[in-house]
């Protein structure tokens, strides 16, 4: 995906700047916020958030990071879990 969406053309087209804008989007929720152990995946939960950028900036993503991290750290407590997963850098 980073190969894909990596580089924008200038005088690109409004659609065109909305693609690379959820793609960017979609691998920082992916890769920095609700990431998987091997920071590959996400979720396809969060692919409804991206679909319209216009509310992105009405939902509370701080809260929700927070929660994804303590989800996480729930799962962690199991004895057998030997990655961790989530937003570690917020420990």
Partial sequence: MQETFSDLLEGADEETVRRYARAYIMMLL???LFGDKFGTCMHIRWLSYVASLEYMGRYSWG?????????????????HVVKLTGPLQLL
């Fill in 63 to 79: 809260s929700t990071t927070l929660s994804w991290l303590y989800r996480c750290l729930c799962h962690m407590a199991n004895k």
């Fill in 30 to 32: 992916s890769t920095q």
